[in-house]
């Protein structure tokens, strides 16, 4: 696909900062390389010298990176220039690209979407590269990198069996006259149909696992008031992210602290302290702890244990731990087997064994890093359309051939609307307004 305007952007993240990479794709990059380096750089080395504008005043030095088409990330002649991370330089050096004919910024993930136009990735690996961007947890880096290949290879293997029955189902159609075609063709293809489907659920099933590696494992401390879950949120956050007093109640509005437990991404949540005989404003509170807790993947259920209480209208299929807390002033030990810790915020006691465990639930949910999972509603959506038309050729009684082999090819084609092989043209805003600029 040939684009008439050229693109440009600051690639590299926030100034100011040593070295920023500005970036030019389309048809004016040889003429901007002309006149900003003076010459042609040789193709993919890095080449150092003065930039320049049109009327010869210097703008900075640094190094020029020429990645003539197709062989670029975009698939258009590309140059990155790299330049001295200063405010300044940065908006002098983009003021004079954009002053070129036919140049203009690029908006968000303009940079991958000519990618994707031009056959360079496709629509999964696109989205694998904004994860990877977006990365901050070791396990959300590892995720994005196996998916920008992986989840698209399982795909064109489901799709490429699809094709196949569907060929062999035609070809048996077709010969159905001739009496020496066994009807053993259309066992094993649709053997393979149903194994197909079991394949795909089990896959589907991942996306929990993906949710939690991208969005994080999800903690709610609940508990009476004054159980000590303001005090356990900030010492685990190690910041003072909610308000702490003696007086019951403090708390009304959910309070959020993000953790990194060794490369999980983990929310944990504060909530008001429950109980029943609660003031207008504080309710409004209750009712969204009970909420919160009803999507938890893990509920920490504090107990004072010098006054404990129980809490009400709380239902959540969570896993729950109870915990008991101010074990520093609390009159006795040996409490047997009401709670999975015991702990203290003012001594720091069993603190760090709460958080232990609270990583090695998380680390169990995120699951192994080898897994491909779906990584995004969109394919959960088009995998399950994917599985209900096997399903239907797999119904569809055996005279109807010509109908089973018209839902395996509507099979296939959700696939490929994946990748976006089929019909990618409406789906394209909504994936790549989410990238950055510059991507
Ligand atoms: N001795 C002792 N006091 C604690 C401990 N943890 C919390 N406290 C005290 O208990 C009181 C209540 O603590 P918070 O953390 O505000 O309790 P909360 O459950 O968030 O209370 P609400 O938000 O009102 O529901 C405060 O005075 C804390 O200092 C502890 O481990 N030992
Ligand atoms: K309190
Ligand atoms: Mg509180």
């Avoid at 005043?57 to 200063?86: C, I, R, W, Y």
């Avoid at 496709?122 to 396990?139: G, M, R």
């Avoid at 959020?256 to 929310?267: H, I, Y």
């Avoid at 949910?365 to 994917?386: F, M, V, W, Y």
Wanted: proline share 4%; hydrophobic share 45%.
């Amino acid at each position: 696909m040939i684009f008439q305007d050229s693109i440009v952007a600051l690639s590299s993240g926030r100034l100011p900062s040593g070295v920023a990479v500005v970036r030019l794709s389309g048809p004016a990059t040889r003429q901007v390389l002309e006149v900003i380096c003076g010459r042609l750089p040789q193709p993919r080395l890095a080449q150092f010298g003065t930039f320049r504008r049109a009327d010869g005043t210097p703008l900075d030095a640094g190094l020029t990176l020429f990645f003539p088409g197709p062989n670029s990330f975009t698939g258009e002649d590309m140059v990155e220039f790299h330049v001295h991370g200063g405010r300044a330089v940065v908006a002098a050096m983009l003021e004079a690209i954009v002053g070129f004919d036919g140049v203009r910024h690029a908006e968000p993930g303009e940079f991958t979407r000519r990618a994707f136009l031009n056959g360079k990735v496709d629509l999964l690996k696109a989205e694998a590269l904004a994860d990877l961007v977006t990365a901050e947890t070791e396990s959300q880096r590892r995720f994005a990198l196996l998916n920008s290949g992986a989840q698209s290879a399982l795909y064109t293997d489901w799709r490429q069996r699809l094709i196949f029955a569907r060929a062999m189902i035609e070809a048996e159609m077709d010969f159905s006259d001739e009496a020496d075609v066994p009807g053993a063709v259309g066992s094993t293809v649709w053997a393979d149909v149903q194994k197909m489907i079991s394949e795909i659920g089990a896959h589907m099933d991942g996306y929990r696992q993906a949710e939690i590696i991208r969005d994080g494992y999800d903690v709610v401390i609940l508990g009476a008031p004054n159980a000590g879950k303001s005090s356990l949120l900030n010492a685990l956050a190690r910041r003072d992210a909610a308000i702490v007093t003696d007086e019951p109640g403090t708390t009304r509005d959910l309070v959020e602290v993000v953790l990194d437990l060794d490369g999980v991404k983990v929310r944990l949540t504060d909530t008001a302290g429950i109980r029943e005989e609660a003031g207008r404003v504080e309710q409004i509170g209750i009712d969204r702890a009970r909420d919160r807790a009803r999507g938890a993947d893990l509920i920490l259920h504090l107990v004072d244990l010098n006054d404990p209480q129980a809490i009400t209208g709380v239902s959540t299929e969570a896993r729950r731990l109870m915990v008991g807390t101010k074990s520093d002033i609390a009159p006795c030990s040996g409490l047997g087997s009401t709670y999975d810790h015991i702990i203290s915020v003012t001594s720091g006691s069993g603190v760090n064994e709460l958080l232990d465990s609270i990583g090695d639930y998380a680390a169990e949910a995120a699951g192994n890093a080898s897994d491909i999972l779906p990584s995004r509603q969109r394919h959960i959506e088009l995998l399950r359309k994917t599985s209900d038309f096997m399903k239907a050729a797999l119904e569809a009684p055996s005279e109807a051939a010509e109908i089973k082999a018209e839902y395996l090819r509507l099979a296939a084609d959700q696939l490929g609307r994946i990748s976006g092989a089929i019909d990618p043209e409406d789906l394209l805003d909504v994936i790549f307004s989410q990238f950055c600029i510059g991507k």
